[in-house]
């Protein structure tokens, strides 16, 4: 990963959530160290750590940090204290299922483990949050390797928000094949879209893959239709806060529009996630929970409001690309094609990947 910035680690107790503050990229590498609770809920929920796969590690390793700071209660006080920062952690942010998954697996792994005094719980919880942690890194080496066999030598990878390692406790889902292609001796040049009203994609892609040396052109938001007209991407490649049962794909605002215009200049368009971002329980992308933030976020810039004060906005953070204009599923098992059906479960880690499309 040399170049390739860590988004979210141990802190050095072993026992903290160790985060790139995003909120102050790129003017500065700001490091956190999250303990309380409310510390990580507000990390979540303001992003300074975000990115569907990168919360729901973030969430795991935070309950676990937060039980290990609840080990002096009583069995049953500990136990209450651990069910509400379960249920605030998940509810941090609606959108990426990876936050409750991850939520939801922890729990388990302690239901599991019987009646043990907290000490031992807690000790429990740390080991499956790394699991988890570790989970995910290998996760996204894997999409990495399937999804460069997508990108040629010359490749240019249009992309929106910020799908790479600073949204995965890895090398991301979106950028790993750009890595991948890259690190198997392959020129792929990126597109990044600044992707308002947050600019992950200004801020944040800007960076990363300037971090790691791979050559990177802004776009506005409002230009990907006309570059996809004009041939300036071979493909569209991004990440997914949720994919639902039918392939439908919630991912960060803006992400529908660039869909449609590369359905319409015959452009494919990609999708990467690992098996944690899919949700077998939500049929269709009707049934996903679209979080809608504050207006403020659309008033200001960088601290400057620039709109009419008493304003209205709406500030839909996500949307939904219907699976008919996705072209392939990149997963951490494979490259899935349509039609997609994750009724029965995520994808086998172990299945051959798929034959990419010519
Ligand atoms: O609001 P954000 O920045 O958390 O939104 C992030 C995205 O929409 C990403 O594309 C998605 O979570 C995939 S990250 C691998």
Known sequence: MSGIPRAVTWGHDGTSVRIIDQRALPQALRYLELRTLDEVVDAIRTLAVRGAPAIG??????????????????????????????????????????????????????????????????????????RLRAEDEAMCA???????????DGARVMTHC?????????????LAPV???????????VLAT?????????RLTMWELSQAGVPCTLIA?????????????????????????????????????????????H??????????TIDPATPTGADIDIEER??????????????????????????VTPASLVTAIVTDAGIVLPPYDFSASAPPRTAPPHTPPA
């Open 57 to 130: 590690v973030a969430g795991a390793m935070g309950l676990a940090a937060v039980a290990t700071s609840h080990v002096a209660l009583t069995p049953r006080e500990f136990a209450v204290a651990l069910d509400d920062a379960a249920r605030r952690i998940a509810a941090a942010r609606p959108t990426a299922v990876n936050l409750p998954w991850a939520i939801a697996r922890l729990r388990r792994r302690a239901a599991t483990e019987g009646h043990l005094e907290p000490v031992h719980l807690a000790a429990v919880l740390l080991d499956e949050a790394e």
């Open 142 to 152: 894997r999409i990495g390797t399937y999804g460069a066999r997508l990108l040629n």
């Open 162 to 174: 910020n799908a790479g390692a600073l949204a995965t406790a890895g090398i991301g889902t979106a």
């Open 179 to 189: 890595y991948a292609a890259r690190d198997a001796g392959r020129h792929v040049e």
């Open 194 to 202: 600044e992707t308002r009203p947050l600019w992950q994609g200004a």
């Open 221 to 265: 938001d409002g230009a990907a239709a006309s570059l996809l007209r004009g041939g300036a991407a071979d493909c569209v490649l991004v990440g997914a806060d949720r994919i639902a049962a039918n392939g439908d794909v919630a991912n960060k605002i803006g992400t529908y529009p660039i869909a449609l215009a590369a359905h319409a200049h």
């Open 267 to 276: 452009v494919p368009f990609y999708v990467a996630a690992p098996a944690s």
């Open 294 to 319: 504050d207006a403020d976020e659309l008033m200001s810039v960088a601290g400057a409001r620039h709109v009419v004060v008493g304003a209205r906005g709406r500030n839909p953070a996500f949307d």
